[in-house]
Nanobody, 119 residues
Framework: QVQLVESGGGLVQAGESLRLSCVASGSDFTINRMGWYRQAPGDQRDLVAHISSGGSTKFADSVKGRFTISRDNAKNTVYLEMNSLKPEDTAIYYC?????????????WGQGTQVTVSS
């Protein structure tokens, strides 16, 4: 069984920064793509950014130029550096990973971490 655990959320003011981390734990697995999604109250869960095992990245238009995604494969960890935060970035942020266990691929989610940006 693989688990994803996020950390780093919190309350900040507009213009400030936060760094989210997500660690995958378990045994005998290979992490393929890792990423972050977010969901505000009443909204659907949307992609923020993801990064492939080779380092290719994709960002939502709303965060391009402000957010950076990176990963440390040795630590099974993905990071989301969020700069110039805006009130509209307020949401629960979920870590997501596409993981191979044995012969099969699975889609895993973390429990979510709250990010609140005050104006």
């Amino acid at each position: 069984q693989v688990q994803l655990v996020e950390s780093g959320g919190g309350l900040v003011q507009a213009g400030e920064s936060l760094r989210l981390s997500c660690v995958a734990s378990g045994s005998d697995f290979t992490i393929n793509r890792m990423g972050w999604y977010r969901q505000a109250p009443g909204d659907q869960r949307d992609l923020v950014a993801h990064i492939s095992s080779g380092g290719s990245t994709k960002f939502a238009d709303s965060v391009k130029g402000r957010f950076t995604i990176s990963r440390d494969n040795a630590k099974n960890t993905v990071y989301l550096e969020m700069n110039s935060l805006k009130p509209e970035d307020t949401a629960i942020y979920y870590c997501n990973a596409d993981i191979t266990v044995g012969e099969y691929e699975y889609d895993y989610w973390g429990q979510g971490t709250q990010v609140t940006v005050s104006s």
